[in-house]
């Protein structure tokens, strides 16, 4: 931990350690066996859970209520599991223009039908994309980033005025990183692996917006 509040994995790993996680692994797209597939109610409980158990619901509501005084907006997201967060947006604004940005190789292949056109495989810093966006986010990816500052840059430039720039990341000082110490899942996931390589906390996340 150094003086901005932020921690950091030392050594950094290699590119090709990075890469091996999300492309070769497909770490945040494989399918998990859902131990509660065969109980009673559970396609009720699933979609009541897709939507107030997680917060995707949450970011949608908040862009857009920043941005409800804008006429034709448009939304960029990039995010783990981008259709999500894509899917919400229009559920919740069906006239909005979206787009999403994700590394993970089959990410239009396992959204939606209607979702996936809107997908655009690849790193943000190699992608051309001409417009700019009234809505951008950025969840849970920085942490997972070498050089989480170039990305940011490139975000910015792309952020409308009057815009919303939404970041989202870990807070390896909340209660639950600080009661599980070591053994906190967004350190060491037994289950999966996760590829954290930065750690935010709140005062390191005012520093990057300042």
């Known amino acids: 931990m150094n003086c901005c509040g932020q921690a950091i994995m030392d050594p950094f790993p290699p590119i090709n350690d990075i890469e091996e996680i999300y492309i070769e692994d497909n770490t945040f797209y494989r399918p998990f066996d ?3 597939r065969n109980k009673l109610f559970i396609n009720l409980l699933e979609s009541v859970y897709q939507r107030f158990g997680t917060d995707w619901y949450f970011v949608a509501r908040k862009c857009l209520g920043v941005t409800s005084h804008q006429k034709h907006r448009n939304a960029l997201g990039i995010v783990r599991s981008t259709w999500y967060l894509l899917q919400v947006f229009k559920t919740l604004e069906p006239g909005i223009a979206i787009v999403g940005v994700d590394i993970e190789p089959d990410a239009k292949r396992n959204a939606p039908a209607e979702i996936g ?3 655009i495989t690849g790193d943000l810093l190699s992608l051309k994309l001409a417009n700019q966006y009234n809505i951008i986010t950025i969840k849970f990816v920085l942490e997972h980033l070498l050089d989480f500052r170039k990305h940011i840059n490139k975000a910015v430039k792309l952020l409308a005025p009057g815009g919303i ?3 989202s990341v870990p807070d390896i000082e909340s209660l639950t990183a600080k009661q599980l110490k070591h053994q906190w899942k967004l350190i060491d996931d037994p289950v999966q692996r996760i ?6 906390t709140r005062q390191s996340l005012e520093l990057l917006a300042s």
């Open 117 to 119: 056109p809107h997908i």
């Open 195 to 200: 590829g954290h390589i930065h750690w935010f």
């Open 34 to 36: 859902n131990p509660y």
């Open 165 to 167: 720039f939404f970041v």
